[in-house]
């Protein structure tokens, strides 16, 4: 079993930044990839980013170029560093973590980022 809470949520301006942390205890030597996720009101959840073990990343296009996702393995934490925040942005912000050698999946109770024009 993996936990995962997220914190740094909150409200900012348009243009401004917020920075999003995950923190995953349990079995967290089975982690393998690390990801953050959105979902606006009456949409479905989209991929925002994701990071491997060893550091390797995707975005979505849309958050190419303002966000940046890391994760510290000592920590057991990854992080969403969001700059040139837009309205789109909008959403509860969720943290997911992958299971080496499996299809599980977990997540965490999400965050809300609001970001005003």
């Known amino acids: 079993q993996v936990q995962l809470v997220e914190s740094g949520g909150g409200l900012v301006q348009a243009g401004g930044s917020l920075r999003l942390s995950c923190v995953a205890s349990?079995?967290?030597?089975?982690?393998?990839?690390m990801g953050w996720y959105r979902q606006a009101p009456g949409k479905q959840r989209d991929l925002v980013a994701r990071?491997?073990?060893?550091?390797?990343?995707n975005y979505a296009d849309s958050v190419k170029g303002r966000f940046t996702i890391s994760r510290d393995n000592a920590k057991n934490t990854v992080y969403l560093q969001m700059n040139s925040l837009k309205p789109e942005d909008t959403a509860v912000y969720y943290c997911?973590?992958?299971?080496?050698?499996?299809?599980?999946?977990?997540w965490g109770q999400g965050t809300q980022v609001t970001v005003s024009s």
């Open positions: 990071i491997s073990r060893g550091d390797n990343t």
């Open positions: 997911n973590a992958d299971i080496l050698l499996t299809l599980r999946s977990y």
């Open positions: 349990g079995s967290t030597s089975s982690i393998s990839t």
